[in-house]
């Protein structure tokens, strides 16, 4: 089976811009979670998605926010970024295997908030 | 909350020396553990997991075993290799609900393996 997938992988932006971010799950997952890994805060969880329903929100603020489509892909949008939201976004896929669901990371976005 | 704490890094081992990452854990219920490795530029893998006390979960020569009475999941490895050297992530997801998708990290451990 193909890995997550992310795109783009590397992302520029200025501040005050918006960006969104993309990921396709492994074929079959229906849970997409989002994650933000900065050196400051390390690997914080941002929301998790499931049949197209937000379950799970981490503390950020409400500048960002994500949806999932039919097909399980997943966006994240960032509204009026700020130098702090520099950081490699990165999302995982899963699905139960009986023994509880793990989680697959795809390659992340680096996104760069200049 | 819950919380993962891993030891401080940076590790710098001799190729072939044993390894030994120690990971503690608050959560309330019973979390599953898992250990992640990230190699330069790329995102996190899955290296091997457990569900419940006293599994042992191993993968390529690393094996870390959940152990409740001390609330760790420590991983190690008997003889690492120059390919190893990497960041390694302990993490949990707590059981129950109202946890979904979240795993909660450690900081991370930086691993230098040399020649």
């Known amino acids: 089976k193909a890995g997550v997938t992310q795109t783009p992988r590397y992302l520029i932006k200025t501040r005050g811009q918006q960006v969104t971010l993309s990921c396709s799950p492994i074929?079959?997952?229906?849970?997409v979670s989002w994650y933000q890994q900065t050196p400051g805060q390390g690997l914080q969880f941002l929301f998790e998605?499931?049949?197209?329903?937000?379950?799970n929100k981490g503390n950020f603020p409400g500048r960002f926010s994500g949806r999932q489509f039919s097909n399980s892909r997943s966006e994240m949008n960032v509204s009026t970024l700020e130098l702090g939201d520099s950081a490699l976004y990165l999302c995982?896929?899963?699905?139960?295997?009986?023994?509880?669901?793990?989680?697959?990371f795809g390659p992340g976005t680096r996104l760069t908030v200049l | 909350g819950d919380s993962v704490t891993q030891m401080e890094g940076p590790v710098t081992l001799s190729e072939e020396a044993f390894l030994t990452i120690n990971c503690t854990y608050t959560?309330?219920?019973?979390?599953?553990l898992f250990w992640y490795v990230q190699y330069p530029g790329e995102g996190l893998q899955l290296l091997l997991k457990?569900?419940?006390?006293?599994d042992k979960g191993s993968n390529k020569g690393f094996e870390a075993t959940y152990r409740k009475e001390t609330t760790s999941f420590h991983l190690e490895k008997g003889s690492v290799q120059v390919s190893d050297s990497a960041v390694y992530f302990c993490?949990?997801?707590?059981?129950?609900?109202?946890?979904?998708?979240?795993?909660?990290f450690g900081q991370g451990t930086i691993l230098t393996v040399h020649p």
């Open positions: 995982a896929s899963s699905s139960w295997d009986g023994n509880g669901d793990t989680q697959y």
């Open positions: 074929s079959g997952h229906r849970s």
């Open positions: 998605y499931f049949s197209e329903t937000q379950r």
């Open positions: 959560a309330t219920g019973y979390p599953s």
């Open positions: 457990a569900t419940k006390a006293d």
């Open positions: 993490a949990l997801r707590e059981a129950g609900g109202t946890s979904y998708g979240k795993l909660t």
